[in-house]
């Protein structure tokens, strides 16, 4: 496990907060049109790249060719109804991103998987109220979604950043008009 001094926590949150990212919804739904970089799952065949909640809050990925790639409009489609859609290891995909990942892996030595979730809430908003047995760092890329950790209840709006310690309950309860936020997943090497 990746243990983390709070005083480190405040530094990395507030390089987070500094760093502001300017990813729009039309860049994102734009990077779907190219199919070919969206294979059901990575190299590795672990990791899916794309997911969307159901109502109940399973992952499923129904939206796919049967040649393995993504198909473009039933995702978009499905965003439009109002599904949470997940694009998993997000490190890379734009260079605003790209300065977190580089922080990260200055910081702890290797690459953090980074997660996305899109979403217009109509549909699915989030998990249910869960816990991970690692820490995470949320960064609002854009939109306003209401938290509940531990009981507690925050809004996540701007550009703000959240860390959630491991083993504390957290979901998303509501989403205002469409957002965007990063998952900085800090996970010991190897663990999904």
């Known amino acids: 496990m990746i243990d983390i001094l709070p005083q480190q926590i405040e530094k990395l ?15 994102l739904l734009e990077r779907f049109v190219d199919r070919y970089r969206w294979p059901r799952y990575y190299i590795d065949s672990r990791y899916p790249t ?9 992952k499923v990925q129904d939206f796919f060719w049967d040649d393995g790639f993504l198909q473009t409009e039933k995702l978009i489609d499905y965003y439009n109804q109002g599904y949470t859609i997940i694009i998993s290891g997000v490190q890379f995909l734009f260079n605003d991103i790209t300065k977190i990942s580089d922080m990260l892996m200055k910081e702890f030595g290797r690459e953090i998987n980074t997660n996305c979730y899109l979403s217009k809430g109509t549909k699915c908003v989030s998990f249910p109220s869960h816990k991970h047995d690692y820490a ?5 890329v ?31 309860e509501k989403i205002h008009d469409c957002k965007c936020s990063l998952t900085f997943n800090l996970a010991p090497p190897g663990h999904l």
């Open 13 to 27: 949150a507030n390089e987070i907060y500094n760093i502001n990212l300017n990813i729009t919804e039309e860049m």
């Open 50 to 58: 794309l997911e969307r909640l159901t109502e109940t809050g399973d």
């Open 136 to 140: 995470v760092i949320i960064k609002n």
């Open 142 to 172: 854009f939109g306003k979604s209401e938290w509940e950790i531990d009981s507690n209840r925050y809004l996540l709006e701007n550009q703000n950043v959240f860390f959630i310690d491991k083993f504390k309950s957290h979901c998303v």
